[in-house]
């Protein structure tokens, strides 16, 4: 019951409401004001480029309330945030012609357990719901916990050669040998990608596309 005794939304609830999600003003009871839902980030999202000889795609430039409503996703489980990021992305353009599996970079164990959610597994399946290209949760699995942002960019390079993943033999030899598409939710240096996409490699798998939702111009 609303305070004058009709039906209707909480008093709680009417004031939360009002809050932009993406920077706290006032949001005229939607998820983000005027100034972040209008902001040009929007406007112009996507990317495309050849890193390292591998294609890639990215959904959005990692500034403003993108920037923001990622790290709420990512750091504090939001899903809400991750679910406007999908809505807003123009994500039914995003995967090329013959595009035949998805493979989302798994998760660190401990920052599932701590958040629950996995951006790269959420964005794999919502492609997967638009294109009806089948997705893979398993066959790749991490074999140390250490974040990219923990590491230098020399560390990060070297991951590629030494790469923090392995394959689980017993599913990736049912998967197909061309048209995989590796799905991040951020890429920075893309050494990620490119460790895993060399493993693939070396058993016979060749991966069309690096697939990012985000994607942040590296620093000096």
Known sequence: MSPGGGEGPSLLSHLFSRICLSC????????????????????????E?????????IVYRDAGPVARLFRLAKNQGNRKAMEILFDRGRLTSLLPEGAKLLLPVPPSKSRLIRRDLSIPDAFAFRVHRLRSVPVSFSGIVRTSDSPQKARSRSERRESIFSPNFQLVRGV????????????????VTGWTLRSIDNILARDGIGVMLHLALLFREESS
């Open 24 to 47: 706290g003003a006032k949001s005229r009871q939607r998820d983000l004001c005027p100034v972040c839902e209008n902001d040009p980030v929007w406007s112009h999202p996507g990317r």
């Open 49 to 57: 480029m050849v890193r390292g000889g591998r294609n890639v795609r």
């Open 172 to 187: 990736s030899v049912d998967w197909p040998r061309d048209g995989v598409v590796l799905v991040d939710d951020l890429m």
